[in-house]
């Protein structure tokens, strides 16, 4: 007796102390050395080379909190301040200068606790397959010989993956806790970047095939948390709509208004149905969604593929992404020939000689989810006056010292000085190259929370204009900055817009079903005041 207490005790000190510790160590202490340095990789965390396992697993265990299990801990303020209002919080004054503040209400309204975190990590199967489209399933079903039963919807993939996820691992020869590039073989480029934009992160910038995947592979446990979040709140806002649907206001609508409701909620009418089969579908399917039939439920029914919530959180992540793509060709409409073709440049897509205008922004509509591939000379467009003033006196380049040295250089003069002095470069090779190269990354990192900032106004007038972007007068310098940041943002990431995220325009698609149900119901109840007082 005495030896059992003595063993609770010891257990449930550990637990309280050591919790952490425990399940964290837990969750990859079984991965393979490749996964161990390629989580690392992913997070941009050094390793030595050669590292044996434990010391990998030691520099894992030091940062696996602040990447894994709570990530907004690497968040700067503004991340943290946007992350509370989308939750409804309203961060005050004075908390917005204290970063472990804000870290600490973000924490009471993080979309999970650590200890369901540290278990997610224990079988990534789940949970990473979860944010693909159909189509990406339907492929990786295909490419590996999984038979997926007709019809092929989107539950059935998923299930039909996950129970063959280890076997196609195994079989190709590669690890599955933390899934290598294997993962992700079918996937295009555009497919990689397409999902970034869809998800609201941005592209690594230089980027290849590789970054983009562990970029996909990093930000997917965030994306699945954001999708799970819209799509329980979409269940929610459907539930409180259909539970207001009363038979009295079932009766009380017309022929157009229950085949409307029969349209706008994937209920199949058949030709020559009555209004009495019309009400008679409208609530079986209530009570579908309601989970009151003998074999549903409401979680079957919101998760499965044919429920109105699945149905419409799938239909607005779609919207969401063709709103991206509509504001990218809403502003493309202005760029110059020039800005089209450099976009293109940048991405090493050839541009046909003599290309017309509309030709050009038909080529870069067809690319807005490619990614710009490596440091190019169009690299250097939206670096400050000083980066480019110190870049050119120390690129040992006798033109473009020249230019630096000049008191009347303008920044344009600047920035064709780099471009050139940077094509010299790259056609040449060495240590030149090597240094032009460094110089960017080192700028860009630099000026990535503040590129803009101390641009004059004439100099973001003459930026907005290389985009053909005019200008309304009056503008203020806040507003040119802003307008500056949108353009150059379009530039380089395509699709991705300037907003941190397309949720919120999933968010507000979601909500359309809700008030579409609630004005109906609204319309139902005031016909089925009106029947009621007829009878009286």
Known sequence: MRLTSLFTFALATNVAVGSSNWFSKAAYNKWHETELERWLSDNDIPYPTPADRKDLENLIQKNWDNYAISPYRNWDTDKLNSY?????????????????????????????????????????????????TESTLKSFADKHGIPVPQPRKRDTLLQQIRNNYEKVAKKTGETA?????????????????????????????????????????????LAYLKSQEEMDAASARTNAAYGALTDKIIDAWSDSQLKEFCDKNGISVPQGTKANQ????????????????????????FGAATSKAGNQY??????????????????IQYWSDTRLKAYLDARGVPVPQASKTDELRALVRRNSHKAASGYNAWTWDDLSYENLKNYLANSGDAAAKQVSDSASATREDLVKAAQDAYASASSVGGGSYA????????????AKNNVFDTWSESELKAYLDSYGVQVPQGSTLNELKAEARKQSTYFKYGTSGPVDTAFAKIGESVKGVYQWVMGQLGAGATEAKKKAKNEL
């Open 435 to 446: 240094s032009a190269t460094s110089y960017l990354a080192q700028a860009t990192q630099a």
């Open 177 to 221: 806790s933390y899934p290598g590039n294997w993962l992700y073989e079918t996937w295009s480029e555009s497919d990689l970047k397409e999902w970034l934009d869809t998800h609201g992160f941005p592209a690594p910038q230089p980027t290849t095939r590789d970054e983009l995947i562990a970029a996909v592979r990093r930000n997917s446990r």
């Open 278 to 301: 019309l009400r008679a579908l409208v609530r079986k399917h209530r009570a579908e969604i309601l989970g009151d039939t003998v074999s549903g439920s409401a979680a079957s029914a």
């Open 84 to 132: 509370l209002k989308t939750k409804g919080v309203e961060t005050k004054i004075a908390a917005q200068a204290n970063k472990d503040s804000l870290i600490s209400q973000v924490q009471g309204q993080w979309y999970e606790t650590e200890d369901k975190a540290q278990h997610a990590w224990a079988d990534v199967k789940d949970w990473i397959l979860d944010t693909w």
């Open 314 to 331: 799938a239909k607005a992540t779609n919207d969401a992404s063709l709103a991206a793509q509509e504001a990218f060709d809403q502003a």
